[in-house]
């Protein structure tokens, strides 16, 4: 596990937006727009949209198919009982033809008729129960092969997206994955344990069916032809009505992952927009989106809907040629009437399955669409780790060597232009500038959320990039302005930096955080089940227990990006002296507005335009009269200082 204040991806690399550094807003803007030809989004850009067909069908059915496979034995399983079933099936319209041919035998007073139609209908009972025996069993099974695949796929799903590099998740909207994870994967449950059972199904049943036409129209091959003449009718009808309902079907698709982007960014970002009073725009938004959504459900429904009624049609008008040229074979003695009974049944199990297969089409490609939403994250390269010296985090002392650092998160944008920064072990540095100098993405280089395009960092005089991730981020806790908590117990999220930690350890990190006051008086103190986000606490009570966790990872670095901006002055003031007792003998880097709280540091970096400007303790750097001297006196004009 590692030892920084890992609450989140958001957490982890910081707000995008207005005060991550990555320079204005505007570059924020081109960076979403690499992404994304449709426009910004509050929320991050609509990456990882489909288009309005699926790119590669066989390909994504392929990849599906492995999946389906992992149930190999329950899959078997699940075919030899529907090969029974449909064994069953078309044996109730050979032994109701029997039956009927019996009934005329009886009428004939035909000797031992009446024995043989008793028979007749035991079997046609047993045929019937076993058939439903033997559905139970097939959708009991293909519950369980779908559920299977499920639950493989958003296992695989939710591993990947934890393993994606930052940059993906900053770049894709949240609400997006979301929707991948959810309404993707259960399009894939449904057509697996529907469509799929249904299409295999519908294949056997249409050769089962064609083959017992053919076998009681032997004496009069002319019955087959008739039978199956409409077959190409209901071919092109099919093929008409599902090239125009694909469309809208899969586009449907696409605007529902954008309406649940559009509420999830609703959801979590409640509280600024009514901050900016912005809810009829937001609900406009929503309206427009929803709109669009409605039309094109109302498009794929008309389209959709078109099917059964036409393919009904066309099923009576064989019906219709069945029984007519029936009626005349039978007339002139060449087919008995039980014969034409299961005939005119068998072209009913014929037709059936055709209008079956061209009705599952659609969810299946629905299905398909979603897959291939889903196979893009998980073929989406993981974050890549390439260090392979061995260090030992207990030996690791903090010495920190930024060198000639330049670094863009899009290429026309450079953030650090030749930065150079030298830390010592034990050393409190403090990293001070305005919005968009490039401090937090400082931070980000260090824990290699992001890797410099040019220059080198080393710890302990070692190339952090030849160091594995895991074994470097667990030398470092960082504590970042925007809190991450989980719906958890406190206790769980403070350990969520040590899992080990006992309960003493707990205590005393929630203490050494000024925590253990409040949580004590909770009703259940550290056991308080937390609400999301901890959105039960207030912002600076968050803060304290993520300062409480980043405590308890007993780091050998310490990160405090804008750790104490949540808090009141005089909280803050005891959260200090906290920190100043946890930075003792450890490497810190403080990143922070309030120049009050940095006044202590060993030394205080100022950056501007990606550039160190100024270095030097406080009372230097006030000596010296420049950049420092003057964000300390725009600060605090008015106050004696």
Not at 115 to 118: E, G, K
Not at 157 to 167: A, E, G, N, R, V
Not at 438 to 456: A, I, P, W
């Given at each position: 596990?590692?030892?920084?204040d890992?609450?989140?991806?958001?957490?982890?690399m910081?707000?995008?937006?207005?005060?991550?550094?990555?320079?204005?807003?505007?570059?924020?803007?081109?960076?979403?727009?690499?992404?994304?030809?449709?426009?910004?989004?509050?929320?991050?850009?609509?990456?990882?949209?489909?288009?309005?067909?699926?790119?590669?069908?066989?390909?994504?059915?392929?990849?599906?198919?492995k999946?389906?496979?992992?149930?190999?034995?329950?899959?078997?399983?699940?075919?030899?009982?529907?090969?029974?079933?449909?064994?069953?099936t078309?044996?109730?319209?050979?032994?109701?033809?029997?039956?009927?041919?019996?009934?005329?035998?009886?009428v004939?007073k035909k000797?031992g008729?009446f024995?043989?139609?008793?028979k007749?209908?035991?079997?046609?009972?047993?045929?019937?129960?076993?058939?439903?025996?033997?559905?139970?069993l097939?959708?009991?099974?293909?519950?369980?092969?779908s559920?299977?695949?499920?639950?493989?796929?958003?296992?695989d799903?939710?591993?990947?997206?934890?393993?994606?590099?930052?940059?993906?998740?900053?770049?894709?909207?949240?609400g997006?994955?979301?929707?991948?994870m959810?309404?993707?994967?259960?399009?894939?449950?449904?057509?697996?344990?529907?469509?799929i059972?249904?299409?295999?199904?519908?294949?056997?049943?249409?050769?089962?069916?064609?083959?017992?036409?053919?076998?009681?129209?032997?004496?009069?091959?002319?019955?087959?032809?008739?039978?199956?003449?409409?077959?190409?009718?209901?071919?092109?009808?099919?093929?008409?009505?599902?090239?125009?309902?694909?469309?809208?079907?899969?586009?449907?698709?696409r605007?529902?992952?954008?309406?649940?982007?559009?509420?999830?960014?609703?959801?979590?970002?409640?509280?600024?927009?009514?901050?900016?009073?912005?809810?009829?725009?937001?609900c406009?938004?929503?309206?427009s989106?929803?709109?669009?959504?409605?039309?094109?459900?109302?498009?794929?429904?008309?389209?959709?809907?078109?099917?059964?009624?036409?393919?009904n049609?066309?099923?009576n008008?064989?019906?219709?040629?069945?029984?007519?040229?029936?009626?005349?074979?039978?007339?002139?003695?060449?087919?008995?009437?039980?014969?034409?009974?299961?005939?005119?049944?068998?072209?009913?199990?014929?037709?059936?399955?055709?209008?079956q297969l061209?009705?599952?089409?659609?969810?299946?490609?629905?299905a398909v669409a979603?897959?291939?939403?889903?196979?893009?994250?998980?073929?989406?390269?993981?974050?890549?780790?390439?260090?392979?010296?061995?260090?030992?985090?207990?030996?690791?002392?903090?010495?920190?060597e930024?060198?000639?650092?330049?670094?863009?998160?899009?290429?026309?944008?450079?953030?650090?232009?030749?930065?150079n920064?030298?830390?010592?072990n034990?050393?409190k540095?403090?990293?001070?500038?305005?919005?968009?100098s490039?401090?937090?993405?400082?931070?980000?280089?260090?824990?290699?959320?992001?890797?410099?395009?040019?220059?080198?960092i080393?710890?302990d005089?070692?190339?952090?990039?030849?160091?594995?991730?895991e074994?470097?981020?667990?030398?470092?806790?960082?504590?970042?302005?925007?809190?991450?908590?989980?719906?958890?117990?406190?206790?769980?999220?403070?350990?969520?930096?040590?899992?080990?930690?006992?309960?003493?350890e707990?205590?005393?990190?929630?203490?050494?955080?000024?925590?253990?006051?409040?949580?004590r008086?909770l009703?259940?103190?550290?056991?308080?089940?937390?609400?999301?986000?901890?959105?039960?606490?207030?912002?600076?009570?968050?803060?304290?227990?993520s300062i409480?966790?980043?405590?308890?990872?007993?780091?050998?670095?310490?990160?405090?990006d804008?750790?104490t901006?949540?808090?009141?002055?005089?909280?803050?003031?005891?959260?200090?002296?906290?920190?100043f007792?946890?930075?003792?003998?450890?490497?810190?880097?403080?990143?922070?507005?309030?120049?009050?709280?940095?006044?202590?540091?060993?030394?205080?970096?100022v950056v501007?335009?990606?550039?160190?400007?100024?270095s030097?303790?406080h009372?230097?750097?006030?000596?010296?009269?420049?950049e420092?001297?003057?964000?300390?006196k725009?600060?605090?004009?008015?106050?004696?200082t």
């Open positions: 596990m590692s030892n920084f890992k609450g989140s991806v958001k957490e982890r910081g707000t995008p937006g207005a005060s991550d550094d990555r320079g204005d807003p505007k570059m924020a803007s081109e960076q979403k727009q690499q992404t994304l030809p449709m426009g910004p989004r509050r929320g991050g850009p609509r990456g990882g949209m489909p288009a309005e067909k699926p790119k590669n069908i066989k390909d994504t059915v392929v990849k599906l198919f999946y389906i496979s992992r149930s190999r034995f329950q899959l078997a399983g699940l075919i030899i009982i529907m090969l029974i079933t449909t064994a069953l078309l044996a109730g319209p050979a032994l109701q033809g029997s039956a009927i041919n019996t009934i005329g035998d009886i004939a000797e008729a024995d043989t139609l008793i007749t209908l035991i079997t046609m009972a047993a045929v019937y129960i076993l058939s439903s025996v033997f559905t139970w097939q959708g009991l099974l293909s519950a369980k092969v559920q299977t695949t499920v639950y493989n796929l958003r296992r799903l939710f591993k990947k997206i934890s393993y994606l590099p930052i940059k993906y998740t900053d770049t894709h909207a949240h997006d994955l979301m929707s991948r959810t309404n993707d994967v259960d399009n894939i449950s449904i057509t697996v344990s529907q469509s059972t249904s299409l295999i199904s519908s294949v056997l049943t249409l050769f089962g069916s064609l083959f017992m036409i053919i076998w009681f129209s032997r004496k009069c091959l002319v019955m087959a032809l008739v039978t199956i003449c409409t077959i190409p009718l209901t071919i092109l009808a099919t093929t008409f009505l599902t090239k125009h309902m694909s469309k809208y079907f899969v586009k449907r698709q605007l529902l992952g954008e309406l649940n982007g559009q509420v999830e960014e609703m959801v979590t970002g409640y509280k600024t927009v009514m901050a900016y009073s912005r809810e009829d725009i937001e406009e938004r929503f309206a989106i929803s709109e669009n959504l409605q039309k094109v459900g109302v498009k794929a429904a008309v389209w959709s809907g078109l099917m059964g009624p036409v393919n049609f066309i099923n008008l064989n019906y219709l040629l069945v029984v007519a040229c029936g009626a005349l074979f039978v007339s002139m003695g060449v087919l008995l009437p039980g014969s034409i009974q299961s005939i005119i049944q068998y072209a009913k199990q014929f037709s059936m399955p055709l209008s061209a009705n599952e089409y659609t969810n299946i490609l629905t979603g897959a291939e939403r889903v196979f893009e994250v998980l073929e989406s390269p993981d974050e890549i780790d390439e260090g392979t010296t061995d260090i030992d985090p207990e030996k690791i002392k903090g010495d920190l930024f060198k000639n650092i330049d670094f863009s998160y899009v290429p026309e944008k450079q953030v650090l232009h030749d930065f920064l030298s830390v010592r034990g050393q540095i403090a990293i001070v500038g305005a919005t968009g490039g401090k937090t993405t400082v931070v980000n280089l260090l824990t290699r959320f992001y890797d410099q395009d040019s220059g080198t080393t710890l005089g070692v190339d952090i990039r030849d160091i594995p991730k074994k470097l981020r667990s030398c470092i806790a960082i504590v970042l302005q925007d809190t991450v908590l989980f719906s958890d117990t406190i206790d769980a999220n403070i350990r969520y930096g040590n899992p080990d930690a006992t309960d003493e707990v205590m005393a990190a929630a203490k050494t955080a000024n925590a253990h006051s409040f949580i008086h009703p259940e103190g550290y056991k308080t089940v937390l609400a999301e986000s901890g959105s039960n606490l207030s912002q600076g009570q968050r803060q304290l227990l409480a966790r980043a405590v308890l990872a007993d780091p050998k670095i310490l990160i405090l804008e750790a901006s949540s808090v009141d002055t005089r909280t803050e003031m005891k959260i200090q002296s906290a920190m007792a946890l930075m003792e003998g450890r490497t810190s880097l403080i990143i922070a507005h309030r120049l009050s709280t940095i006044i202590d540091a060993d030394i205080i970096v501007r335009d990606g550039h160190v400007v100024e030097g303790s009372s230097e750097l006030l000596l010296k009269g420049g420092y001297s003057n964000l300390y725009n600060q605090f004009a008015g106050f004696a």
